[in-house]
Structure formats: C-alpha cells, structure tokens
C-alpha cells in the first residue's frame, strides 16, 4: 500500500512491489493472482471498517439523536483514518479505472449516501442549522475529515482525540468566539 | 492536465499525452522539453494564483482584522481552486519523487506556514477561539476547502459563492443550531 500510495498504483509494476517487499515475483504470486488482487485486498480493508462505522451511526435506536450519531461517526471515522492511513489513502486516490476500483468508488457512494441521509436528519430534528443544503455538509464536514490522510502523522503533535474534537468543535460550534464584536 | 489526474502523472507517458492530444510526439516535443516540463507548467498554474491569494491575505493593513482577511482567503481559494481545478487537483496529489515535485511541495509549504500565520493572528486578535491549535485548524480549514477538487463539478447543484459560504459559515459559525439543546 504505501508503494502504491508513493509512486501511483497505476504507475506500479508487480516488479516493483516484488523489489520493495525483498521477495521474488513468483513468491508473489504464490499469494496472490496480481496487482489488482492486491490493490482489492486493500480497499477492501478501509472500506470494511468505514463501512461499519457508518452502518452503526446510521442505525436508529432509543436514546440517542441523529446528531449525536453524526458526532459519533466523525469521531470514530478519525480513528479509522489514522489505524487504517495507508489503505484509506489509497482508497481516496481511486479515480474508476478498472472492475476493482469502481466497484470500490460504489461503496463509497453508499456511505456518502448514508452519510448526507444522517446530516439531513439532523437538520430534521432540529439540532443543527438548515441554511446550508445536508448534501454539501456533508461532502465538506467528511472532506475535512478525509483531509487528515494527507498530513495525519502518527507521531506528529496530535493524537486522535485532539484531533476528532478539533473537527467536531469547529463544525459543529465554529472557531468565532461568541460574543466577539469584530471592529 | 486531465490525462495526468485520471491516469496518475508517473503512468502517463509523452505517446499517451500525444494520443489524448491528437498530436504527433515529435509535435508536443517542439514545445516542452518533456513531461516534467508540462508537468510544472500545470503546477506553476496552480501554485501562482494561490500565492498571490495568500500574499494579499497576510499583508496586514490599516482597517482589516486577521479574522476578516482569513475569511477573505477561504473565499479566494475556493474561487481559485474552482477556476483552475485540473491544476490544483494535481498540485494537491503531488508526492516529491522529481526535483520539479519537490520544489513544487516547497511552495505549498509556505503557503501552509502563512495560512497557519494568518490563522494565530485570528486568536491573538480575539476573534477566534484559543481552545484548539492554530496550525491544527489551519490544517483542517484548508483540508475542507482542497476536498472540492475531489467532488465540485461547476456544472453541478453549487454555484462558487454557495459552497465559499458554505465553508464559512460551518468553519467559524458552526452547525449547531443556537439555542438548542439535544434532549
């Protein structure tokens, strides 16, 4: 993955992989039946997390509001980003150039999907603000969090709560400091 | 430009630019020396507008608070990176494998340093909230305002000033409707 994710999954010969990994072609391919096998293999490892995170905030049950789930989701999604860096960088790189990749692009639809459906509940009940269409809030709160995968360092300055409370607290509450009159 | 984003730039070759172009190699070669030369044609594109955006931001001057020329160049980039989305597309996927790269991740760096500036300048001045890091947010904002190129289509739902005040409004205002309390 983190070859695919530094040279271009495109770009990358089974050869390539082979010289990274200190093993033979045919060693290689003892496990797996190609590139695309492997490349499968690791979106299927960000979209099975993500996937159950979002099926679980998507769930309705007793006690609990579409905004509190939409907290829970953003927050869990961080923590899936940064356990799971590589393949979900990779799985954000996809553009549906073969069987494989759009067959990826379309479980990301559906948690695009369930994610839009949750905001627009939200708006619903009444919890968050209705000038700004659900559709794009969501596309622009989970770019935000798809963002990390770009700069996210495990070992940097911020650990994941830090950085799941900063997203949550701008925005759902905003960085403008109530109360302040600019001049 | 597009060649390079839907292919990845290392897997696209100057035979397939000269098919997609309808051009002959010998023709595309009587104008750039080669690949990486289009290739920071394409990112100098990109680099020079946001440059100048971020310049005329951090410049401080009579009668502008930080927070006004913060939300200023939240507006301006997302102008720009709609105007020229192929090129900033491909300067946000950039990795640093060529000299051209690298140079290129050089001047986003200093765009970074001037928004994360710009951003402290906000707190210190009052307007902002002091509860979460600076360069976090700066990181984050501009995370939110670079996923357009991943999903905007001008001829889609959003028109420019939707989607800049959009950003906005969520980034300092937030979601969460005043007043309301979640049961």
Known sequence: ?????????????????????????PAIYHHVAGKEQLLSLALDDALDELTAV?????????????????????RRSVEVLVAHQPSVTLLLRVRGNSPVE??????????????????????????????????????????????LVEWYRADGAYDTATVAGAITTMAFDGLARHGFQAS
Do not use: C, I, Q
């Open 1 to 25: 993955m983190e070859l695919f994710n530094r040279r271009g999954y495109d770009a990358t010969s089974m050869g390539d992989l082979a010289k990274e990994l200190g093993l033979t072609k």
């Open 54 to 74: 979002v099926a679980e905030a998507s769930r309705e049950r007793a006690g609990t509001t579409a905004h509190e789930r939409l907290r829970e989701v953003v």
């Open 102 to 147: 759009l067959a990826a692009l379309e479980r990301r639809r559906w948690l695009d999907d369930r994610l839009a459906a949750l905001v627009a509940d939200a708006v619903k009940e009444g919890a968050l603000r209705d000038d700004v269409p659900p559709a794009l809030v969501s596309r622009l709160l989970f770019g935000m969090v798809n963002s």
